[in-house]
Nanobody, 127 residues
Framework: VQLQASGGGLVQAGGSLRVSCAVSGRTFSSYYMGWFRQAPGKEREFVAA????????YYADSVKGRFTISRDNAKNTVFLQMNSLKPEDTAVYYC?????????????????????WGQGTLVTVSS
C-alpha cells in the first residue's frame, strides 16, 4: 500500500486549501483513513478520520467546524478540505491508512492505529 499526499502550499490566514491523498491498493474501500499533522518542533497530532464508507467522521477539537474529511472510493482518494485557516494550522500534513474498516472514535485518533503512511504535504498559513 502506498499513499501519496498532495495539494499543500502557502495560503493566507482565513483562506482555504484542499489536500488529497491517493492510495494504491485494491482494498482502499476497506481502509479506515486519517489525517495527521506535525508542526515544527511539535509532535504529530490527529486531525481527522473517516471510516470505509464515509459515514463516520471524527475531528480534533482544534479543526472541528473548519476542516472536512471525505473520500472517493472509486478514485482511491481521501481529501481534507481546510477552511478558515489559521497560522497555527501550519504543519506537514500526513495521510494514513489502517488495515481495518472499522475503528472506534478514540482509537482513530492514535497514530499507532494506522499501518500505512504517506510522505506528507506542507501547508503554510501566513498571518
Amino acid at each position: 500500500v502506498q499513499l501519496q499526499a498532495s495539494g499543500g502550499g502557502l495560503v493566507q490566514a482565513g483562506g482555504s486549501l484542499r489536500v488529497s491523498c491517493a492510495v494504491s491498493g485494491r482494498t482502499f474501500s476497506s481502509y479506515y483513513m486519517g489525517w495527521f499533522r506535525q508542526a515544527p518542533g511539535k509532535e504529530r497530532e490527529f486531525v481527522a478520520a473517516i471510516n470505509w464508507s464515509g459515514g463516520s467522521t471524527y475531528y480534533a477539537d482544534s479543526v472541528k467546524g473548519r476542516f472536512t474529511i471525505s473520500r472517493d472510493n472509486a478514485k482511491n482518494t481521501v481529501f481534507l478540505q481546510m477552511n478558515s485557516l489559521k497560522p497555527e494550522d501550519t504543519a506537514v500534513y500526513y495521510c494514513a491508512a489502517s488495515g481495518v474498516a472499522y475503528m472506534g472514535a478514540t482509537q482513530s485518533t492514535y497514530a499507532a492505529s494506522y499501518a500505512y503512511w504517506g510522505q506528507g504535504t506542507l501547508v503554510t498559513v501566513s498571518s
